[in-house]
């Protein structure tokens, strides 16, 4: 009886997670669900692109603040690029800091993380659907995003993290890329 129970409760604990499936290059994953975005925000927030961030640009992780201690991400193999759509779509690209950025291909179709920006009880908010757990088990890791001018931080949930990022050119082949989900 007891392993009949123990094997239920596995069981249902496995079954809990959102189904995923690999974008185009193979590491990252997204929602299978196509209405996973408009279940979880959509129906429930005001999502929408703040007027303050530009959706013809992208946004360069130029350091972050850990506990404290201050991390330029230009001494890093790689740093995060945001990318906001206007219909509150973003994507978080993570980049090789030796490549040239109108190189860079930013196909939310076939790379970077899924999420969404909202107004939750006057804040702005971003949900990212990422790895959540050192199993790599995916969920939704939130942030609180506040704008001066050119500059976007991003400060996570219930931890003493803050991403500061500056406004970068967008080329024109990444320009003509929309996300929709």
């Not at 429930?44 to 692109?49: D, E, L, P, R, S």
């Not at 992208?58 to 850990?66: A, G, K, L, M, S």
């Not at 790379?111 to 757990?133: A, E, Q």
Request: aromatic share 16%; with cysteine; hydrophobic share 35%.
């Amino acid at each position: 009886m007891v392993r009949l129970f123990l094997f239920f409760l596995i069981g249902s604990l496995m079954s809990c997670g959102v189904r995923t499936e690999h974008l185009k290059e193979g590491i990252i994953k997204v929602p299978k669900d196509k209405s996973y975005f408009a279940r979880k925000f959509r129906n429930k927030h005001n999502v929408k692109t703040p007027n303050e961030v530009d959706s013809k640009s992208v946004y360069r992780e130029i350091f972050f603040i850990d506990n404290g201690r201050k991390y330029e991400s230009n001494k890093f193999k790689y740093f995060l690029l945001l990318r906001f759509y206007e219909n509150g779509c973003v994507n978080e690209f993570i980049v090789p800091s030796l490549e040239k950025l109108e190189n860079i291909d930013l196909n939310p179709d076939s790379k970077g993380y899924r999420g969404v920006v909202y107004t939750k009880k006057d804040k702005c908010l971003v949900s990212f659907f990422v790895p959540v757990s050192q199993t790599y088990r995916y969920g939704l890791l939130n942030s609180i995003i506040n704008i001066k001018g050119d500059t976007l931080f991003l400060k996570y949930k219930n931890e003493d993290y803050i991403s500061v990022y500056i406004k970068d050119s967008l080329s024109d082949k990444n320009l003509k890329y929309k996300a929709n989900w």
